[in-house]
């Protein structure tokens, strides 16, 4: 009979933990959704990120993608926050930033990707470029995302063409 109560009293602790997560769980949701009412209006390209069907090819720059994984691998305090490729129209740079994301997702890590395209420079893309990466960061991320919700509660900071104001609010925190 004892072994019969015990089971029970850990079955009933078990279940109440479940309940807990899962009212946890609900209450996260339910912020998220009034959070995303509050981004409606948050400037946000779309089309900049990730496409897998950009990749490089296999074997091909492995000494640039070695040293970017080397470097998203690094830790310490004299660590470079973001790495910038850069070069001239044609070099590879957008197969490698897919293939680097591509990489980093696999991984599972919180990372974002934003490629320019010269065909679509109307839309003033470098004018939208953090607050894209911001949103696309916090989409992988909760905490990312609750500081997200913090810094846009500064309502002109959505809007702003002021890409430094926007780099230091949205990804430097």
Known sequence: MQQFRDGAVRD???NVHQIDRAVDDIDVKVHR???????KDMVYVDGAGWDTS???????????????KDWVDETGEDVKRV?????TAGKGKSAIAHTIANWFDERG???ACFCFDRTREAEQRHEKIFTTIARDLADRDPIMWRALVSAARDNELRHTKDITRQWKKFILG
């Open 12 to 14: 009933t602790a078990l």
């Open 33 to 39: 959704i009034a959070e995303d009412l509050d981004f």
């Open 54 to 68: 950009k990749r490089c090819l296999p074997g091909t720059r492995e000494d640039i993608l070695k040293e970017i």
């Open 83 to 87: 790495f910038w490729l850069s070069g």
């Open 109 to 111: 890590g919180p990372g």
